[in-house]
């Protein structure tokens, strides 16, 4: 980086700070400018913010001011600290561009309240910060150099000047008027040529001096995007000697773009030299990319007709391939995904019939079937009892018709079936039998208490109605605890009771009935609880059992809580004494369980104490329920050889399933939806699966799923696929997603994720494999999350994310201040792979599809990004931090005591991960295709990028081809559930018959 310090000798506002090298700078008020010319050079760049001046450093202290790669420059931004361990305030000016290779002055002003950036003495960015300048001893002034995890870009700089006072608009013009500046007129009109004409006046030596460096800057900007130049191999190779100075990947990739042009012109074989220069060089260099190179190189042997010698290469480029690669190399294809064969047995031994007209005093035939799931399970219990169980098993038989809950049915190992002869829950035939904990609601007939009437708004007076529910056999009278992030369970480990009107789930009154309130103005009192309302709160202040729902200070943490107090004089809340969060302004709120908030059709409330329902009902309802039963329809202990398939489940106040310590044991085509907690629980599983399931509508998440050994890598040998799951977080917004699975070695495929307000998968553990997914419409109101999550463990390695559609994730707008993606590796999470991967419409905020804080050692191969801004991003981690990060006390118990990463089995199946504490940040992007505007790459320029293509359009199959390192992806009609018997039957079972 080129620095060149010196002071102007005309003064202008006082209070100007003298800069002195090696000297401390005082800033005694909390106001202050920072002027400098800065001229950025020509760069690869990333995305990832570099530093261009520094007070302190800006994160803990004092202000910075930093530059973000844009187009064919930088956009400036200012950050102000909030103080230690709280981030900073931050002000980005979006669409002023400091072009590549041109003088810009480039100021920044506070005054206290109002933060300002300028550009060539023009203002292009104000904002509102009105805490006091962070201060601490000894803080320093200094100009370029990372901190806190930003890089540096090189740029000459020049009239660097500190003032301790925000000068006037009128004194920053004055100052630019230094810097001669080019007029935007021509700065656009050099932008807007097309990139072949910069290119060959670069060649020509014909470049405009002044534009020479934004000449360099948008063709560098289109060799490192992998933009489709269509250039003639003659003007490529001229070129190609003026990309070396971006790094040997680079300007491998560049001639790479010679053998495609060479496939474009139809010289297969000049394409066939291309490629074996570039695989020898790769190989004789060792690099990376030299399994990529081989592959395309036999790819083209293929097609030129000569098999032997390609499959040798073939061969060659398997040995040297990362392990990502090597089941293509080796010429296996896909991973190998669930079979489709389904995991029950034919006709069963022994048949126990069960009925809802039935009698346990029947002997369990289907001529005398009993009434009772526990009935039957003593009987096969007494079965076994005489003998081993013949060939086949037993099948427990459900009629079809309607079974209500009283009891968890409780199986231990005395209930499991045996090898060859397993114990199976089973529909009848084609018959539908329904397990429900709801409490069918027959008449709203009680009369209204005055003081619910008195509450209620005035639209809803003559339509709400009453029901005596505790004298129907609800005897819950606690009241609604708090649920969310850090309230473990939902309600605080109470079940949550939810209301029907024939087929729809109702909904708990709440105001406003869409969107949300925001939180006004903090009260600066010690508790941090108190905040300015954006209502008048005189309707809401004596409710009974009001509680307010938030994402307080981060999208990513709700809270449903008690308030302590409603003010309606002062308009101010005060939260809960239970309150936990640093709460921030302008966040999202609604209010929940208020009488006043039932307003419309199809909302109701709970009178607790006194067990009473009250209703708006929906036009037409027939029929009204209320969820009862408050325990898991199913709780399995030690079972083996087990089996539950074609059943329906729904409405239950907690769990449908709880399986813990079972193996052999499968879950296949059932319905299980419209529970309070969460669907289908295996802890501890073994050789189990959960597939062809219909799973909707819970208040946590609909799968939690753990087993295998991460401490010997031993793989749980679990299976869940061909499975339709959607509408999770229905009480917990947050941190609840679709499937949440821990451990080693479980496969999810052929699954469909949908409409989810987080994520679909949170995932933990190693060696699980992720493919031929579909999932869409997922993190549609959290923020800092993925469609697939993992988080901050850096010994999860193995993971195997491919051939899987994400689309539409995420929502955008004030929910993704930080950032939304298809799939995120969280805090230091590596030595990740994301492959062959469909991406459209899933990066967010600052998150690319992919998203990486601070990981190493991930490789993101062979993916396609369309309609999506970044393909990939990456965090803001130094190597101080990364370093620093392995010493904290959960990574040390986490890396070198529960799984060893320096020792077998990790440091022999995962190569690098005995380096990872000391490796710098470098991740693999190679083969991806973006498509659309979007650029493939924001983030640490130490990340390695080979074989990338971008296009306008989404290209032809043939266009493709001529990119011959790059794998199409399997169409959509091969992913998500199968049309296997088991999904069928979900399928046509989850149906409402009234």
Not at 222 to 232: C, E, K, M, T, V
Not at 750 to 774: C, K, P, Q, T, Y
Not at 966 to 980: M, T
Request: net charge neutral; charged share 25%.
């Amino acid at each position: 980086m080129m620095l060149v310090m010196f002071a102007w000798s005309a003064a202008l506002a006082g209070g100007e700070v003298p800069l002195q090298r090696g000297r401390n700078a005082e800033l005694p008020n909390d106001a202050f400018t920072a002027a400098i010319d800065v001229t950025p050079e020509p760069t690869r760049g990333g995305g990832i913010p570099g530093m261009v001046a520094w007070f302190g450093n800006g994160w803990d202290y004092g202000f910075r001011l930093r530059m973000s790669p844009k187009d064919h420059g930088f956009v400036p931004s200012l950050e102000i600290s909030k103080g230690p361990r709280n981030g900073s305030y931050v002000l980005e000016a979006r669409d002023a561009i400091m072009p590549a290779g041109l003088k810009t002055h480039l100021s920044a002003t506070w005054d206290g309240k109002t933060a300002r950036i300028y550009v060539n003495g023009k203002c292009v960015a104000e904002g509102r910060h009105e805490k006091p300048l962070v201060r601490a001893k000894g803080l320093n002034w200094g100009i370029g150099g990372p901190s806190y995890g930003l890089w540096g870009y090189p740029f000459a700089t020049s009239g660097v000047r500190l003032w301790d006072s925000a000068l006037s608009a009128a004194d920053v013009a004055e100052l630019a008027k230094r810097v001669p500046v080019v007029p935007e007129a021509e700065v656009a009109a050099f932008v807007g040529q097309p990139i072949d004409t910069c290119v060959r006046q670069i060649l020509e030596g014909t470049v405009d001096p002044r534009f020479e460096g934004l000449a360099k800057q948008r063709v560098y900007n289109a060799i490192f995007s992998g933009r489709d130049l269509q250039l003639s191999r003659e003007l490529l190779r001229s070129f190609a000697g003026s990309v070396t100075n971006l790094g040997t990947a680079v300007a491998q990739d560049f001639r790479l773009r010679l053998a495609s042009a060479a496939l474009r012109e139809n010289d297969v074989a000049g394409a066939e030299k291309e490629y074996a220069a570039l695989w020898d060089d790769a190989c004789s260099a060792d690099a990376v990319y030299a399994p990529i190179a081989g592959m395309a190189y036999a790819n083209v042997l293929e097609r030129k007709g000569d098999k032997a010698k390609a499959a040798e290469v073939r061969a060659a480029a398997a040995a040297r391939a990362r392990p990502f690669l090597k089941p293509e190399c080796s010429g296996e294809g896909v991973p190998p995904a669930s079979t489709c064969v389904e995991p029950l047995p034919g006709r069963p031994a022994v048949e126990v019939h069960v009925a809802p007209d039935g009698d346990d005093k029947g002997d369990g035939s289907a001529a005398r079937p009993f009434a009772s799931l526990v009935r039957a399970r003593d009987a096969v219990r007494a079965l076994k009892k005489k003998g081993a169980l013949p060939p086949g098993g037993v099948a427990v038989m459900l009629h079809g018709g309607t079974y209500r809950m009283a009891a968890t049915l409780e199986l231990g190992p005395e209930d499991s079936g045996e090898p060859g002869a397993p114990v199976v829950w089973r529909a009848w035939k084609d018959e539908r039998p329904l397990l429900t904990g709801a409490l069918d609601v027959p008449r709203f007939d009680t009369p209204l208490d005055p003081e619910v009437v008195r509450r209620l708004p005035p639209e809803a007076r003559g339509h709400v109605v009453c029901a005596d529910v505790r004298a129907l056999g609800y005897t819950d009278t606690s009241p609604l605890h708090s649920y969310g992030f850090h309230r473990g369970e939902v309600g605080g480990g109470r079940p949550m009771t939810d209301v029907y009107a024939d087929a729809e789930r109702l909904t708990l009154a709440r105001f406003p009935n869409e969107g949300w309130l925001h939180i006004g103005e903090i009260l600066d009192d010690s508790t941090n609880r108190v905040f300015k309302a954006d209502i008048d709160l005189t309707p809401w202040a004596d409710e009974p059992a009001l509680m307010l729902t938030g994402f307080w200070r981060h999208y990513w943490a709700d809270l449903t809580e008690a308030p302590e107090k409603l003010d309606p004089a002062t308009g101010l809340v005060t939260l809960g004494k239970r309150f936990n969060m640093v709460i921030q302004s302008k966040r999202p709120w609604f209010i929940v369980n208020a009488i006043h908030a039932l307003d419309r059709p199809g909302e109701w409330w709970l009178d607790r104490p006194n067990g009473k329902l009250y209703l708006w009902p929906p036009k037409d309802a027939r029929r009204f329920a209320l969820s009862f039963f408050d325990k898991p329809f199913f709780s399995l202990n030690g079972v083996r050889h087990f089996a539950v398939a074609g059943l329906v489940m729904e409405r239950g106040r907690s769990a449908a399933v709880m399986a813990r310590n079972c193996g052999d044991f499968h879950f296949t085509g059932n319905v299980v939806r419209d529970f309070g907690g969460e669907g289908v629980v295996l802890e501890n599983a073994r050789n189990a699966s959960v597939r062809g399931n219909v799973l909707r509508g819970f208040g946590l998440g609909a799968l939690r799923i753990s087993g295998g050994d991460r401490k010997t890598l031993t793989a749980s040998g679990v299976v869940v696929s061909d499975n339709d799951i959607s509408w999770v977080e229905r009480w917990k917004r947050t941190y609840a997603p679709g499937l949440h699975l821990s451990g080693c070695g479980t496969e999810v495929a052929h699954n469909h994720f949908h409409d989810m307000l987080s994520s679909a998968m949170r995932i933990e553990g190693n060696d699980h494999h992720v493919v031929s997914n579909i999932v869409e419409r997922v993190v549609t109101e959290s923020d800092d999350q993925g469609g697939i999550d993992i988080y901050a463990n850096p010994s999860y390695a193995g993971i195997y994310i491919a051939f899987n559609v994400w689309r539409d994730i995420g929502c955008g707008g004030e929910n993704a201040p930080c950032g939304q993606a298809g799939v995120r590796f969280d805090d230091a999470v590596s030595s990740m792979t994301v492959y062959c991967n469909y991406f459209e419409n899933c990066s967010f905020g600052h998150f690319g599809c992919v998203q990486m804080n601070g990981g190493r050692n991930n490789t993101i191969d062979n993916n396609l990004f369309v309609n999506s801004p970044k393909g990939v991003s990456a965090g803001q981690w130094g190597q101080d931090r990364w370093i620093a990060y392995f010493k904290r006390p959960n990574v040390v118990r986490w890396t070198e005591e529960e799984t060893p990463i320096r020792k077998p089995p990790y440091s022999e199946k995962y190569p690098g991960i005995a380096q990872l504490p000391e490796m710098g940040p470098v991740n693999y992007l190679t083969r991806n295709v973006v498509v659309g505007p979007g650029r493939l790459f924001t983030g640490s320029p130490q990340t390695v990028t080979y074989a990338n293509r971008s296009f306008d359009e989404m290209p032809s199959a043939a266009r493709l081809a001529e990119e011959p390192s790059f794998r199409p992806l399997p169409p959509e009609s091969a992913l998500g559930p199968r049309d296997v018997p088991s999904y069928r039957r979900a399928c046509a079972n989850d149906v409402e018959i009234l």
